[in-house]
């Protein structure tokens, strides 16, 4: 049965009316014929059209309501419904940015809040809520970095290491500052090869750009010396904090020696992916680099007194980077991520860290049986497979994500990192019961007997999803991308 | 708090990893460093956290019962209540990135729509399935045509007329990257931002000129033959624009423009004091490979159903890496799902229709204030819902006193811009009734009365 | 895994052969084997370029992969084949023969020494895996 769902284009019928706005109660004002457009090729639907149409489409999405997202890397942990209530108070939601100070001192006193918090977890004296992204906070940082150097006069240090093993936002941030990337090898343990790292330290170096732990859920042995070795070459370090879910309350990313590190709010602090986006990220860092934070950032404008409470506002860092998008940040999200943090408390952040690290270790000691786990000791918050079978060698990874689809899983995060060729990256979150680990593991092994007795099956799923593989080739080639 | 694990589940979850409880699976952190405490309040529960939230918000002016005639960039429209019902739909917000194509169909369908409807509404050919907000989209049009070029232009041609966030986040972006400059030619007045001052500084050294449509001070202006004076000298122009002011106004597209932005908040998205926006990016068809973000596109199943995918992702940073034209990783898509839903209801004759009466609204709202004594509106040239009143005292005072009053006046330009005296820029939507601008005005004569100091 | 006998190799998988004063220019079957379905094909650069070994000459992307693609020899350019622009799966069939990408002249004839001849590019891709 076909499970295509028409378009609005498809859909529309001309005459048909949707939303109605009232009469205009003022007169009518003349446009110049010259500026105004000729036609507006617009769909015209009822209401009822619109939300059927919707309302179906949703029904062709799997989603973190529906099951568990094992994503590497992603944090797909529950998002809870009081923080969504929380962005849509109306005091929150119905707010303009430019409103005066003293009407939004709520808003300001959030995003100050949400500051000190992340400072609190992470260790860092100074904390930016400006970006749009874990990507712009990266830029952000990575740039900070860049200024910090040219006012040392050190413009030769144009080398920024990167583990080979980093996500591709990475090498793409640094070059986007102006860097130059060299890759630095992961050694068999998976930690970073300190006679790698040490041989490519020299006056060329500007920093490098660590997640701790890293993309295959290990929390480097040598942690403290890389940095130690990066600091006495006179290179910054970047903390990638894509994977801060795993640290909370464990341990504090600056008592590690990091000089700035980015958060990505819509992982570890629960905000909804939103089917892509929006997210948020913040920036934390030193004393030595927070002239640089990326601004305006919320503060105290005005102690508070007996009779009044405090004045917030806001203020730009003297050597400040700029601005990384309009007006403050996405409050939005911030909120959700406030309410978030609040309900947790120190407690419940640690909890998070150390459940999330037990529901990874339990499924990678269940799986390493069936699947080849080429770095085998404890780790963190996630782990990585590489699907390489000897007695199935025509079966990939890529086929093992599809036929999961089909037990009702969304597939972990595959061919990533790329230094394990047949990855599958699984992550499972805090937020997930032993009942789904152990329905996940049943599949998994299913999957990997399937594989030997009958690859047919994983070669030609998802067969029990509302839509088949995809032709990806043809999406390129024939390149349609409006209606 | 949202963590399922009874004792009994974590006991036997040790048992069958061979760790006696759960601090010994953190071993690997230096003593020294492990387990720090954290200074924070306790945690609260579900009816503590919303008493707490509420109060906050005590401290906040919600424009619920407030007219607000401040846009400069954020618009306070009607939201139609069928968009928050719909996007609070679970399998909507908490999905993820559509990689997985055959269980992402609704967000990928929702996202292709999106692209269509920006390409139809700004008059161009292709269009990426969204940046951060306006300010990044323009940022993103820089980053695209520094590659366009191969980095052997290094001017970046901006209006006086663009958003000043728009610029400093373009600088931020792109000043000193690889030898560009931003340059944008200063004004001391309105009538100084014009298409023909532009023209004059373009040279072949510039690889895009950048204008907004309507500009921060709401003039609307004609950029036909910018375009073509741009062309003529090998480079890009890129407008960016106000999607609701699309809903009257000629498009970029018909312009000649080769890429447009512009931000979508307007377009059923809720001003939540900032963000997070819609970053708008629309462009020729022959440019599409050099565009950053992600792009939707249709294909086929392997069961022969039309389906919608991730396409042209070769372009991206997760594969590209250094060689990636910019380092972005997400769009922003419940946002787009918004604006598509937005759009789809209003359809033609409802954007149209919100678009006269902001228009009509701002027009009778400037014909009154400039009835006022000591009052003066500024704009010599057509405006959309958004133009600059020159006042008696401070934009400051005059606010205070509207504040005092529950009413929210316009942008107070007075400090960033200078040399337009004691200007105030109002903004007028469809939300605003005619009784909030006879209030207005009201208050704006009362004031003036009062000669505050 | 066909590899041209006759052919130059570069590192980065480019081939060139060279007739006199002319030699053109491609790339080889493990190159197009490695990017899998070649969706876009983009040369970057013009009739008359003058072009030093090693300059960038464009880009091939394919579903799951980018390259750029890189000249091995000096020259200026007399021809580019707008036939595998518009036909990018040209490469994948035949990327020895009409797949080629670029034509160069130079009346100092082509310094292919620090080039891979076949048997040296056959044991490079072995090596490789």
């Known amino acids: 049965m076909d499970a295509t769902e028409k378009t609005i284009f498809e859909l529309s019928a001309t005459g048909r009316k949707g939303f109605r706005f009232p009469s205009s109660d003022v007169p009518s004002s003349d446009l110049p014929e010259s500026l105004q457009r000729k036609d507006l090729p617009l769909p015209q639907l009822s209401e009822v059209d619109v939300v059927r149409h919707y309302t179906r489409l949703s029904r062709l999405n799997y989603s973190l309501d529906n099951g568990m997202y094992p994503l590497g890397s992603c944090t797909m942990k529950y998002n809870p419904k009081i923080c969504e209530k929380a962005a849509r108070i109306s005091a929150f939601a119905n707010l303009h940015p430019l409103q005066p100070i003293e009407s939004v001192q709520g808003a300001v006193l959030i995003l100050y809040e949400m500051q000190i918090i992340l400072q609190e977890i992470s260790g860092f004296p100074a904390c930016s809520l400006t970006p749009a992204a874990g990507a712009q906070g990266e830029f952000g940082g990575v740039k900070m970095i860049a200024a910090s150097l040219r006012d040392r006069g050190e413009t030769q240090r144009k080398i920024m290491l990167i583990p080979d093993s980093a996500h591709g936002t990475n090498p793409a941030s640094s070059v986007m500052s102006g860097f130059e990337c060299l890759a630095v090898r992961t050694d068999e343990r998976g930690n970073i090869d300190l006679n790698d790292l040490t041989s490519k330290c020299n006056e060329q170096l500007a920093g490098i750009m660590i997640t701790n732990p890293n993309t295959l859920g290990l929390f480097d042995e040598n942690i403290v010396e890389v940095i130690r070795i990066v600091h006495q070459a006179g290179g910054l370090v970047y903390g990638d904090g894509a994977n801060m879910n795993a640290l909370l309350g464990i341990v504090k990313p600056a008592e590690l020696g990091f000089d700035v590190m980015h958060f990505n709010l819509h992982k570890t602090f629960a905000t909804p992916h939103g089917g892509g986006g929006p997210g948020a990220g913040a920036i934390c860092c030193t004393e030595q680099l927070k002239a640089y934070l990326p601004g305006p950032i919320a503060d105290i404008l005005e102690e508070a007194t007996e009779e009044v409470p405090p004045l917030y506002g806001y203020r730009m860092p003297e050597k400040s980077i700029g601005m990384l998008r309009s007006f403050w940040g996405h409050f939005g999200i911030i909120v959700r991520a406030y309410c978030y943090c609040m309900m947790l408390g120190a407690e419940g952040l640690r909890r998070v860290a150390e459940y999330a690290t037990l529901n990874a270790n339990y499924l990678m000691e269940a799986l390493k049986q069936d699947y080849p786990l080429p770095y085998d000791r404890t780790c963190m918050h996630e782990f990585v497979l590489d699907v390489k079978w000897p007695d199935a060698p025509g079966i990939r990874a890529l086929d093992v994500a599809k036929r999961l689809m089909d037990y009702k899983f969304h597939p972990p995060t595959n061919y990533f990192p790329l230094i394990v060729h047949e990855a599958l990256m699984i992550e499972p979150t805090e937020t997930e019961s032993k009942e789904t680990l152990d329905d996940f593991i049943k599949a998994m092994k299913s999957i990997a007997r399937e594989a030997r007795e009958n690859p047919e099956l994983l070669h030609q799923a998802p067969t029990e999803t509302p839509f088949g593989r995809m032709d990806e080739v043809k999406a390129a080639r024939d390149l349609k991308i409006t209606e | ?453 | 895994m066909n590899i041209h006998p006759n052919y130059f190799y570069s590192k980065n998988d480019e081939w060139v052969s060279v007739e006199g004063n002319k030699a053109t220019i491609g790339i080889s079957d493990y190159a197009q084997d490695s990017l899998s379905d070649i969706v876009f094909v983009e040369i970057s650069v013009s009739v008359g370029d003058s072009l030093a070994a090693e300059d960038n000459i464009g880009t091939i992307e394919s579903v799951k992969a980018a390259s750029d693609i890189y000249t091995p020899v000096a020259g200026t350019v007399s021809e580019i084949n707008n036939k595998v622009v518009d036909s990018p799966e040209l490469l994948n069939r035949d990327p020895f023969g009409e797949a080629w990408l670029i034509k160069l002249s130079s009346d100092t004839g082509f310094d292919t020494s620090h080039l891979m001849d076949a048997d040296a590019y056959r044991k490079y891709c072995e090596d490789r895996g």
């Open chain 2, 1 to 453: 708090m949202f963590i399922p694990h009874t004792d009994a589940d974590r006991e036997s979850m040790l048992a069958a990893i061979g760790k006696k409880d759960l601090n010994e699976l953190f071993d690997v952190v230096p003593e020294k460093y492990r387990f720090p405490k954290l200074n924070l309040q306790p945690g609260l529960t579900e009816p503590e956290v919303t008493f707490l939230l509420d109060e906050i918000s005590t401290a906040n002016l919600s424009l619920d019962h407030t007219a607000c005639f401040t846009g400069a960039g954020a618009y306070h429209h009607y939201i139609p209540a069928a968009i928050d019902n719909l996007i609070s739909r679970g399998d909507f917000y908490t999905a993820y990135t559509p990689y997985q194509p055959e269980i992402s169909q609704g967000t990928l369908q929702a996202v292709y729509e999106y692209q269509s409807l920006m390409a139809r509404l700004t008059g161009m050919e292709a269009a990426n399935a969204s940046h951060y907000d306006g300010a990044t989209a323009c940022a993103e049009a820089g980053v695209l045509a520094y590659h366009q070029y191969h980095g052997k232009r290094k001017k970046i041609l901006v209006s006086a007329g663009l958003h000043p966030h728009y610029l400093l986040t373009l600088k931020t972006y792109l000043q000193d990257f690889d030898g560009m400059q931003i340059e944008c030619p200063k004004a001391t007045s309105l009538d100084e931002i014009s298409p023909e001052k532009l023209e004059e500084k373009i040279d072949m050294d510039t690889a895009l000129v950048l204008v907004q449509y309507p500009d921060f001070f709401g003039q609307i202006q004609d950029f036909s033959e910018l375009a073509k004076a741009v062309h003529e000298k090998g480079a890009l122009l890129c407008v960016c624009i106000n999607p609701i002011a699309l809903g009257l106004l000629k498009t970029p597209g018909e312009m000649g423009a080769d890429i447009v932005v512009g931000e979508g908040q307007p377009l059923g998205i809720p001003l939540s004091y900032g963000g997070p926006y819609l970053g708008i990016f629309t462009t020729r068809k022959e440019l599409i490979r050099k565009v950053s973000g992600r792009i939707v596109g249709e294909t086929v199943d392997n069961r022969g159903q039309r389906a919608y995918v991730l396409t042209l992702t070769a372009r991206e940073q997760h594969i590209r890496r250094e060689k990636a034209t910019s380092n972005i990783c997400s769009n922003q898509s419940l946002n787009a799902l918004t604006a598509a839903i937005y759009l789809s209801l209003l359809g033609r004759d409802g954007l149209r229709a919100v678009a006269k009466l902001c228009y009509d609204k701002a027009h009778y709202a400037a014909k009154e204030i400039s009835k006022i004594h000591g009052y003066r509106i500024l704009n010599q040239r057509p405006f959309f819902h958004e133009f600059v009143v020159s006042c008696p005292q401070p934009p400051s005072d005059i606010n205070q006193h509207l504040l005092d009053h529950g009413m929210i006046g316009g942008y107070d330009l007075s400090e960033e811009y200078p040399m337009l005296g004691n200007a105030m820029l109002i903004a007028v939507t469809e939300i605003i009734n005619k009784e909030d601008i006879d209030d207005l005005c009201e208050m704006l004569k009362e004031g003036e009365h009062h000669g505050r100091h």
